[in-house]
């Protein structure tokens, strides 16, 4: 596991914290599969929020460290958003879809992570 995929980590809960996140979840992976190193999984409470919550992570990334996601799949329909910045995937969903998707539940193999580690 890279020291990088920390460290944005780290900057990854900040944003969400600053916006408001719901439960946010972090699930090593780095044992389970070679698709990244962290999940990092919360729920906004409506679509403005799951946008805002995106546009903070991106923002605070590309702003500080120049740091693009991959990908980011879902963005208009705020449903379920996934942006893939390599060892660190971050998934924002409204509250229905992230109870119907659980994703918890299917990546139970991975190690949960609390997210305090990730705070200053």
Not at 35 to 58: C, K, P, T, W
């Amino acid at each position: 596991m890279s020291r990088n995929a920390k460290e944005m980590t780290k900057k990854i809960v900040a944003a969400l914290d600053e916006k408001k996140a719901e439960e946010i979840r972090i699930i090593d992976i780095s044992e389970v599969s070679i698709m990244a190193d962290y999940f990092v999984i919360a729920h906004g409470n409506n679509r403005n929020q799951v946008q805002a919550l995106i546009d903070n992570v991106e923002e605070k990334l590309s702003k500080e460290d120049g740091i693009m996601p991959k990908q980011t799949e879902g963005y208009r329909n705020a449903n379920w958003v996934l942006m893939d910045y390599g060892d660190v995937i971050v998934h924002v969903f409204d509250k229905e879809n992230r109870l119907f998707y659980d994703l918890e539940r299917i990546w139970k193999d991975g190690k949960n992570v609390e997210a305090d580690e990730f705070r200053d």
